[in-house]
């Protein structure tokens, strides 16, 4: 059944859609490391090996590492891509071993360990999403970045590194994409017709790396039981992450934030478009006290 509206009607309040850039991303073959395998990462899994899939039957090559140190537990059977079977295995390796089965030629592995498992080493284009649920994972992430951004800017490699940050909390959660750290415009200025650079998740929103004792100590399971988080908002991230990998790997991505906000049923796009980035940027700037 088509909807009331066949076409998409978009928000022309917000022209910068109007300039919006794509980031070039076209190649032959691309590493996806997905740190973090819970709440959004276990349901963003299935996208990815399904686009893996469809681009292996466009002779271009995906590989998946998904990487988690948890094991699956009773409780995350309620907000997480589990099953009863699956009790007591790694997160990981459980969903590794679930969609080579359901997809044979798929090139997928798994590391039982944290985020810093994650190796650049350069010989392939790169994407690591993130969907972990704290400050240190996120800062381990980062810490990888700005040495790989270093490298490139230094002209030590030329093979470029994405990384996809997924974040939610009760209804409300963000995916940001970005590959430098920098605080200086200049740094970010786009070529006429691509993006090249793009402010880091933790410099688009600082605040990631801030957490309070409390959520220092719960894992994201154990505030959804305690405060009642929806029980579709990691699932909504995924669908919003899977689309943002899905038009990176074809050169479409025009959007750098996607913002999703389940309880009042809206999604927001910010655009790859230079009035963005530079206030994305200021904002940084404000926040980190640079300015």
Request: proline share 3%; hydrophobic share 40%; with cysteine.
């Amino acid at each position: 059944m088509s909807s009331p509206s066949k076409h998409l009607q978009l928000e022309f309040s917000d022209l910068s859609i109007i300039d919006a850039k794509p980031i070039y991303f076209n190649y032959l073959f691309v590493r996806i490391y997905v740190v973090g395998c819970g709440g959004t990462g276990s349901f963003l899994v299935p996208h990815l090996c399904r686009l893996a899939n469809w681009f292996d039957a466009a002779d271009k090559q995906v590989s998946i590492t998904l990487i988690d140190f948890d094991r699956i537990e009773e409780k995350n059977l309620y907000r997480q891509n589990f099953c009863q079977a699956e009790l007591g295995y790694n997160k990981a390796q459980a969903l590794a071993v679930r969609y080579k089965a359901m997809f044979p030629k798929l090139k997928i592995g798994a590391i039982a360990s944290g985020a810093s498992a994650v190796s650049l080493d350069r010989s392939a284009p790169t994407v690591i999403i993130g969907c972990v649920d704290n400050a240190a994972a996120r800062k381990s992430i980062e810490e990888l970045m700005v040495e790989y951004s270093g490298l490139m800017a230094h002209g030590f490699s030329h093979i470029p590194c994405w990384w996809i940050d997924c974040g939610n909390d009760y209804t409300y959660g963000q995916v940001t994409i970005g590959n430098w750290y920098s605080l200086e415009l200049d740094d970010y200025i786009l070529e006429p017709a691509t993006c090249t650079t793009l402010p880091l998740p933790t410099i688009q929103y600082p605040e990631l790396l801030l957490q309070t004792d409390e959520n220092e100590t719960l894992s994201c399971a154990e505030r959804a039981l305690l405060n009642g988080q929806s029980l579709n908002i990691n699932s909504q991230m995924a669908i919003a992450a899977g689309e943002m990998v899905h038009q990176l790997l074809n050169s479409q991505l025009k959007r750098m934030q996607v913002e999703v906000d389940l309880f009042r049923g809206s999604m927001k796009s910010t655009w790859i478009a230079q009035e963005n980035i530079d206030r994305i940027v200021e904002r940084a700037r404000a926040f980190m006290g640079t300015e």
